[in-house]
Nanobody, 125 residues
Framework: QVPLVESGGGLVQAGGSLRLSCAASDRTFSRMAWFRQAPGKEREFAAGIYWTINWGSYTYYADSVKGRFTISRDNAKNTVYLQMDGLKPEDTAVYYC?????????????????WGQGTQVTVSS
């Protein structure tokens, strides 16, 4: 099990921005994603990214965050970021970084074998 170290969560007013970071110690991951879980809710997909040697990288977003969130990867730092702009109270959740070395759906949390500890994002009205 390879740990994923998350940072960047906190309190922000509606309309504000945060940037989450997920540093991975294993460079063999082929895809990573951010999931979030609000109290009483199931963990849901927010954004994902995967990359190949020859074909570049690809990003995916949930409809609820599309246009406001941006996922990116810094290969040199082996870190994935989630830039969150225009935050809304409904974005309040614990955000989890996830990674996998295998094939699977970018949207399915069960296809990710590695998880960070979670970082709290709270958006006030």
């Amino acid at each position: 099990q390879v740990p994923l170290v998350e940072s960047g969560g906190g309190l922000v007013q509606a309309g504000g921005s945060l940037r989450l970071s997920c540093a991975a110690s294993d460079r063999t991951f082929s895809r990573m994603a951010w999931f979030r879980q609000a109290p009483g809710k199931e963990r849901e997909f927010a954004a994902g990214i995967y990359w190949t040697i020859n074909w570049g990288s690809y990003t995916y977003y949930a409809d609820s965050v599309k246009g406001r969130f941006t996922i990116s990867r810094d290969n040199a730092k082996n870190t994935v970021y989630l830039q969150m702009d225009g935050l809304k109270p409904e974005d309040t959740a614990v955000y989890y970084c996830a990674a996998t070395q295998s094939y699977g759906s970018i949207y399915n949390r069960h296809d990710f074998g590695y998880w960070g500890q979670g970082t709290q994002v709270t958006v006030s009205s």
